[in-house]
């Protein structure tokens, strides 16, 4: 392994005719390094200072002025690392500087005569020339082109580079393995065993280079290109192979489109040719940078195949090519620092060697046979692969005789044989894998026979649960024919005692028509719907039921006045005022536990603004003062742990107020339920009750007084026991209750009496009427306990 910097050289550009040379210097007796020192003038305008510096200077391994020849500078620059790669390192020579200062003349070369042959032809020589010396050892070379042009990948060698368009080609595509190393797609690597071949190839792809004509240079090429020899070594018998890998890379040179002017398509190309040197010297910043954990190499695809280069296994130099002319004296200074930056960066070189497989293969073949001839000569027998059946059927012995010893010291002896040792472990291992199979077998066995013994138990107990399911049938039926008949017979009855009760107030509505009929033409009409009072007495407890659990208006009204009197009221009052103070409660504890809970995010809030402060005033003015702890930090935390305890004890008496209002909501049901019952059963007992009575206000047995009270009584009763009146008037002819009655509605249809009360003559049954007037009593009763009576 080497380890040591990058290589950085500068070289000076001869000026042209009508160029003004600008002021510089270079001091060669510096050893071991070159300085060069450029002196800017200042422009003093009138009334203003100008403190800008004059004088720069910067070192260099060694500085080539205007009159250096090309041989000297691949002397100096680029044999040296061609030796190494024959050695096995890998190598990288970059030229960097403006468009203009002489990149391309420097790596490739001029075309009018010989001697300006640039630094790839010369290397290609050399090296051809080295391979030819050394016959020790089998060389391979090979050769590629790559042209990134836009930020695209395009390989230089291809044949169909000339006939087609840029589009078209294919794009080298960068691939990387899971030990980060770059692969290139679709660049192809062309074989050259001569010096005659290399060229051309590097001449076939220097014609398809991107070149054009631009206010800095007449030919400045547009894209980058990295041409790369590989070499692979190898000494005859050996499996020891070297494989090393030298990049000489011609850059695109930054220029300024302010100074240039350019525009359209030459303006795209300096755009993607400035953003990529950008990203070059974000990488040689990152690496020259003490601790940094990212080196952003894949922002750019140039980065990304310089990976070993910048950094990585490789030995690598940089020509610094510098215009020293008055309008660039800024960017050979710009290219000066780059070229300091680079030298920083510490590279890492290692002996590319692997072993060639099918060597390695025959190697071992030829160890493992010569192993088996020393065996046979110690043991005097010659080995095969399987064992003899003799042997075997001893080894079968010996393992069955191991088996049966109950001695667990003794030993089972075969010898320093490989085989023999294998085959008594398979042996034993089948012998094992059998008795697991009988054992397998005989638990199936067991779990079969259980199962059998299970399945008669469970027929025996779904037998006898048969016969209870239909013993249980049986009775159920029987059960159920017996209320039928019940309910049958309760129906037959009440059917003949409405049949019995009508049959009577139609009979007396008739006889005292004929008798008075100009006197009180409605009699029959009150009559008939007194007979309806009575029929819907005996269902008013089950009114609530039969509307849907609503009650009648009566009914309401009395179930307001048993609320009242209940013993339960003072209860059903007493928790309702309990349950509103703990809602209350708990929405006062739910406000303040989010007070609480915004306050603690504030004070952390808070923290963490400290911390970010400190930081800031860490890196700006590092004290021993900031490494204590913070006091007001400190409060803060205080005030956090304060606000958990209230915020934690708040939760807690939350938590129990939820618990205690649902244990008063539920009691609230259950008395509320109570109260429903109680009301029913009450209800239905006074009904029986008043059915009992006996009537006082008979005037004699053949006429009852009917009050105004009673009509308008029966107006606030529910639809389930009256229908929509029809009022008819007193001077209507009596032939029309006729009409009225015929209707095919069953429910009754009655008219409004005079305001004065009338006296009607009953004869017959007189049952049905008391039990009208008492039910009329028990109604005015509950409406003179609400101060009603009198209205």
Known sequence: M????????????????????????VDDDEKPLSSLEITVPRDLADGFINNKRESYRFKFQKIFDQEAKQDVVFDSIARPVAECVLAGYN?????????GSG???????????????????????????????????????????????????YDLLDPRHEASRLEDLPKVTIMEDSDQNIHLKNLSLQQATNEEEALNLLFLGDTNRMIAETPMNQASTRSHCIFTIHISSKEPGSATIRRSKLHLVDLAGSERVAKTGVGGHLLTEAKYINLSLHYLEQVIIALAEKNRSHIPYRNSMMTSVLRDSLGGNCMTTMIATLSIDKRNIDESISTCRFAQRVALIKNEAVLNEEIDPRLMIVQLQKEIQELKDELALVTGKQRTSELSQEELLQLDELIETFLKDNDPDSPLDVGADMRKIKYCFIHMKELMNHSKISDKKLQSQHISEEKDTNKEAGEEELKKLKELLWQRDNEINILVNMLKKEKKKAQDAL?????????????DCSETVNLEESQSPSSCFILKEAKDFNSSLHRLPFLSRETGGRMSLGCQEAFEVFKQEHADSITIEDNKQLLKQRFAEAKYLGEKLNEVRNKINHLKGEITQRHIQRAALAVSSPSEELNMLDPVEEKLRKQIEEEKKSYKTMFNRLRGLKVEIEHLQLLMEKVKMKLRKDFEVWWSEEAINLQQEKPEMVISPNTTTVYPQFIKSSQHLSTNSFSETTRISPDEDPAGKNNSTSSSNPTLKTRTPPSSSTSVPLTGDSQADADILAFIKARQNILQKKGLGNK
């Open 2 to 25: 080497v380890k040591e910097t990058v290589r950085v050289y500068a070289r000076v550009k001869p000026l042209g005719r009508r160029q003004q040379a600008g002021i510089y210097s």
């Open 91 to 99: 190598g990288t020579i970059f030229a960097y500087g403006q468009t």
């Open 103 to 153: 990149k391309t003349f420097t790596i490739t070369g001029g075309a009018e005569r010989y001697s300006d042959r640039g630094i790839i032809p010369r290397t290609l020589s050399y090296i051809f020339d080295q391979l030819q010396k050394d016959s020790s050892k089998v060389y391979t070379t090979h050769v590629s082109y790559l042209e990134i042009y836009n930020e695209c990948g």
């Open 495 to 507: 059917f003949q005692l409405k049949a019995a009760s009508a049959g009577s107030i139609e009979r």
